[in-house]
């Protein structure tokens, strides 16, 4: 059974979750990305708790009312604390100093990359939904005969002042139409915009873009157990930036491809995801 709760971290954000599981189990700690919500994991979190693990999804900073530092002033979104928040979040879940497996997706996936690289030694296993090694990204975006730069086109967009609320004119259309116009089903839809449908959450979650302009994070070798899922109707991310993630992996590496599965993967292939999530939480314990 899934419940929703506060966790609050050192740092005296109140961040909202949904956790399912046994306390004690081994925790999997699970970051959504952008434009979506804790809600991602719904079809995981049970599944999760069925094999006895501890899942924790929750809504990152900003996303949460309770963990919503004001997104005018840009240091409150910087990359370490959003790497600190995810560290901060398992302590207040009860593992304080207890190695975890982390998972996350698009925004999460880059969070979660740069967790492995700051606390491997934190890490049981890593795996990332989408979202390439960043250093990968970034060489696919330069590739001037490569098409990365015109899939990422919607970046340079959410760095303008208007676009938050460009986002949420005529009830949302141009988040239901563009960002989610990728097979995401229409209820998985109103979770999410339950969540950041609003001028506040909306303005937070794109302080994550521009405090950290062009995603090119100071990421080295993961040295973590990595699985890392990619759809290959993913519109976003590319084959180039998605293949080379396993050059920046020194540990054991898994690359799983979901035919005509595109990038918001738990919302489109949840099953299969769940299924190869398990797979690879077996194959390295806690």
Avoid: C
């Amino acid at each position: 059974m899934i419940g929703t709760t506060g966790i609050r971290t050192r740092s005296g954000l109140n961040f909202t979750a949904d956790v399912a599981g046994p306390t004690g189990g081994p925790l999997v700690l699970l970051l959504h990305g952008f434009p979506e919500s804790r809600h991602s994991w719904r079809e995981a979190l049970p599944a999760l708790a069925g094999a006895g693990y501890r899942a924790v999804a929750p809504d990152q900073r900003g996303y949460s009312p309770g963990a919503r530092p004001d997104p005018a002033d840009l240091s409150n979104y910087v990359f370490e604390k959003l790497i600190a928040d995810a560290a901060e979040v398992a302590a207040a879940a009860g593992y304080d100093g207890k190695r975890f497996h982390l998972v996350g997706h698009d925004w999460g996936g880059q969070v979660s990359w740069g967790v492995a690289d700051r606390y491997p030694e934190r890490l049981a296993s890593l795996t990332i939904l989408s979202r390439p090694h960043p250093k990968s990204f970034h060489r696919a975006l330069l590739k001037e005969d490569g098409d990365q730069k015109h899939r990422s086109r919607h970046h340079r967009a959410f760095l303008e002042p208007e676009t938050g609320k460009l986002l949420l004119a005529d009830n949302a259309k141009r988040l239901r139409d563009g960002l989610f116009g990728q097979g995401v089903p229409a209820a998985a839809l109103e979770e999410h915009l339950s969540v950041l449908g609003n001028p506040a959450a909306i303005e937070a979650a794109l302080a994550w873009y521009r405090a950290n302009k062009g995603l090119a994070a100071d990421i080295g070798t993961i040295r973590v157990p990595t699985l890392y899922i990619w759809g290959d109707a993913d519109a976003t991310v590319g084959p180039d930036a998605a293949h080379g993630t396993r050059e920046f992996v020194g540990a054991a590496f898994a690359m799983e491809i979901l035919p005509g599965v595109g990038h918001f993967v738990m919302d489109q292939a949840p099953d299969r995801a769940t299924e190869l999530l398990l797979a690879h939480l077996k194959r390295h314990p806690v």
